[in-house]
Structures are given as C-alpha cells and as structure tokens.
C-alpha cells in the first residue's frame, strides 16, 4: 500500500479535462514540493510537474498542477489520446525516504 | 546528450547478489543526487534509495531492511546498487534517475527525477 493516495484509474474523451487528485500526510505533501511523473506504455517515467506547479521544459501548458494542505492534483486540459499513460504523483517525506502514489491510469475514451 | 544508462541486471536465484550500475553522461555528475527505483511487473513505482552528490547523505526505503547498498563513483560518472540475499518480490525494472538536491538545515534532500534512465530487469527465480 502506497504511501501517496491515488485512484487507481481515470477517463476522459479527447478534448475533456480531467483531474488526478494525490493525498498524503503533514510529513510528505504537507512539508515538501509534490511532483507528477508520467509513464506511457514499456517506457521509463518522465518528470511532468516540478515543486508542485512547475512545468519542465517541453511539457505542455494543458498540464497543470496545485497543492494545498496535504493533498495535490494533476489536472489535464484537452485531453488527448497520447495523454493516455500511468501518471504518479510523489514527495519527499520528512521521515528521510521518498514516496510514491500508486499510480492512476489514465484512459482516452 | 544528458543520459542514464544502466546495467547489471539479470536472472539471479533467490538468496543471491547482484550488482547494478548506471553510466550518467552529458551533465555534471557530480552535482546531482541520484537515486534508484523499481517497478515489479505490473506495479507502480517503488523509490529504492538515493545518494547525495557527495555521498554525504544516503537513504534507503525501510522495506529493503538493510540488504541494499548504493554508492557512486564521481570520477567514474557511476552510480551503483549492491543487492544482497535476493527474493522473489525483488523482481522489477530498475532505474536509475537523476535528482537536483536542496540543502536544509536537516541535510541534503533530493528534489524532482528530472531524467531517467531506461532501467534494467532484475528476476529472482529459481
């Protein structure tokens, strides 16, 4: 069981926008930056959101994401079909180890 | 080109060791945390350890209970994960990824895995 809470799938049709939600403890979301990280199908994961809203370098402006108290969210706006992938949230926790949410599964309908 | 290329893994018997390595080139290696995570077959992301750009600061996951050791090698550009007494549920891709590090009053802490590697399969398997 994940340290990070997240469902465990979403849907939406092209162009819809859709939310993942991540919720954790005053000891990791609560204290430390939360980062997005998504991995399409048989590849590595790539970093999608930064210190909580940041967007890397290359990563479209229809992904967004926010922070308050212990929990966070990933929204994607215009949804399209190569956003179908695995998206995990994860922080630091002040109990010195990094953690991960279980991963949602993200469907284009 | 900024890369991560790892290496090692293979199919062990359980109770084994097995030694994984990760090549970083295109950046400045020694400025960065690095740290290992794992991904069991049809499982999400398990954060495995992380190292310091110095190897001041190390950290492991509490599940791994002392079996695993990471260490790096800077002037090799080189991070390493030393597995021992192997099982089973060791069985995943492994990556390696790179990490900006913040310093805190508390130490060094890693920041976002900016880039990863394509991972290496482990498979503990009599």
Known sequence: QSVLTQPPSASGTPGQRVTISCSGSSSNIGSNYVYWYQQLSGTAPKLLIDRNNQRPSGVPDRFSGSKSGTSASLAISGLRSEDEADYYCAAWDDNLHSVFGGGTKLTVL | ?126
């Open chain 2, 1 to 126: 080109e900024v890369q991560l290329v790892e290496s090692g893994g293979g199919l062990v018997k359980p109770g084994n060791s097995l030694r994984l390595s990760c090549t970083a080139s295109g950046f400045n290696f020694n400025t960065y945390t690095m740290n290992w995570v794992r991904q069991a077959p049809g499982k999400g992301l398990e954060w495995v350890s992380s190292i310091s750009s110095s190897s001041s600061y190390i950290f492991y996951a509490a599940s791994l209970k002392g079996r695993f050791t990471i260490s790096r090698d800077n002037a090799k550009n080189s991070l390493f994960l030393q597995m021992n007494s192997l099982r089973a549920d060791d069985t995943a891709i492994y990556y390696c990824a790179r990490a900006d590090e913040a310093v805190v009053i508390r130490g060094v802490l890693p920041l976002a895995m900016d880039v990863w590697g394509q991972g290496t399969t482990v498979t503990v398997s009599s």
